[in-house]
């Protein structure tokens, strides 16, 4: 840089004209910018492309013309410094010239960030299986672009001299309006990004929130939408669903057991109605054998002798057919020997004067 300046002051006094001298500098930032774009593409993105992961490719792809600029922009620095300007106009080309290298520094962080939130966007989104976390990053990007552009403001405001302390403070207070005006859209917000965290379920599961019931259709920032059996559109604000106790029928996996509770008659002989009730289980597909099957003879009812059968399916999917199938078949089976299945009873007498 030394050598450059001398060959600078050598130009200088080689030629009287200073606007010439100014010009030629400009020159030669110029060809160095153009150099370097070269150089980037003829050599840098070769490399780049030979490495495992795109990242850099992308960086480099996104920056180097800005880097260019930046090139420039000191040529036109340097350029300036030949011209015999007032102090006034001096102070004001070099406020301009430090405004646009805030402006393309802050173009270049907030791009690689992007590249990076980007990035590890895709590999979150393959390990949870959901659309949420897309959301997520397109909320952060936003943010990212609007905290960039309040910094570049700043920053520029406090070249250009005006004083940036109580813009700061106004901002936080108008930041605190807005986060008490929002505070039910930002408690959804910040519930939707808890239930992401804590992986609470994703498309597709079924869960239950209170008494509904449903397959999970759709989840957003601010509400997550439930399919009920009726075909039906349930819209769940997040942060109820993150606030409440909500029932995963899919975790920690997708099977499920399977309860019927039914009553035989006094008289019947329970260990019969046992084995009679387990055989159909064994032959029914869809039915796990470990967990085993098991049945309890639960009470000695007003009318009945009560049993709880308890089984396991291997999917959620198929509880429901399952269900059907066995309790279908136990009520044939129990009716084909002859063990017979009792209702309450009431007897009324009419008492005549």
Do not use: C
């Amino acid at each position: 840089m030394a050598s450059f300046f001398n060959l600078i002051t050598d130009l200088e006094t080689a030629v009287n004209n200073p606007y010439l001298v100014a010009l030629i500098i400009f020159i030669v930032f110029v060809v160095l910018a153009k150099a370097l774009i070269l150089v980037t593409k003829k050599v840098v993105l070769k490399i780049t492309a030979k490495t495992k992961t795109k990242v850099d490719d992308m960086i480099v792809n996104s920056t180097y013309r800005y880097a260019s600029f930046i090139i420039i922009i000191l040529g036109v620095r340097l350029a300036s410094l030949q011209l015999s300007f007032t102090t006034a106009v001096a102070e004001i080309v070099n406020k301009i010239l430090d405004s646009l290298l805030i402006v393309v520094f802050l173009a270049i962080g907030l791009i690689v960030i992007l590249i990076l939130l980007n990035s590890w966007g895709i590999n979150f989104a393959k390990k949870t299986k959901s659309t949420v976390d897309e959301q997520l990053i397109n909320l952060s990007a936003k943010l990212l672009k609007i905290v960039a552009m309040i910094l570049g403001v700043i920053f520029i405001l406090d070249i250009w001299g005006v004083e940036v302390g109580p813009l700061v403070a106004s901002l936080g207070i108008v930041g605190l309006a807005l986060a008490f005006g929002l505070q039910n859209t930002l408690g959804n917000v910040f519930g939707g990004v808890s239930l992401i965290l804590d992986k609470a379920y994703k498309k597709g599961d079924m869960i239950q929130l209170d008494s509904k019931i449903g397959t999970v259709y759709e989840i957003g920032l601010r509400s997550t939408k439930i399919k009920t059996f009726d075909n039906e559109i349930l819209v769940i604000p997040n942060d109820k669903l993150a606030n409440n106790i909500v029932e995963n029928y899919n975790l920690p996996d997708p099977t499920i057991r399977v309860n019927i509770e039914f009553g035989v008659e006094y008289g019947s002989n329970p260990d019969a109605v046992k084995k009679l009730a387990l055989d159909i289980v064994k032959k029914t597909k869809n039915v796990l054998n470990d967990p085993e099957a098991s049945i309890f003879f639960t009470e000695m009812g007003e009318s009945s002798l009560n049993f709880k059968l308890m089984f396991y399916v291997d999917d959620l999917k198929n509880k429901w057919e399952t269900h059907q199938s066995v309790i279908t078949e136990l009520y044939n089976t129990l009716n084909k020997n002859k063990i017979g299945i009792p209702f309450p009873t009431r007897t009324v007498y009419n008492k005549k004067d």
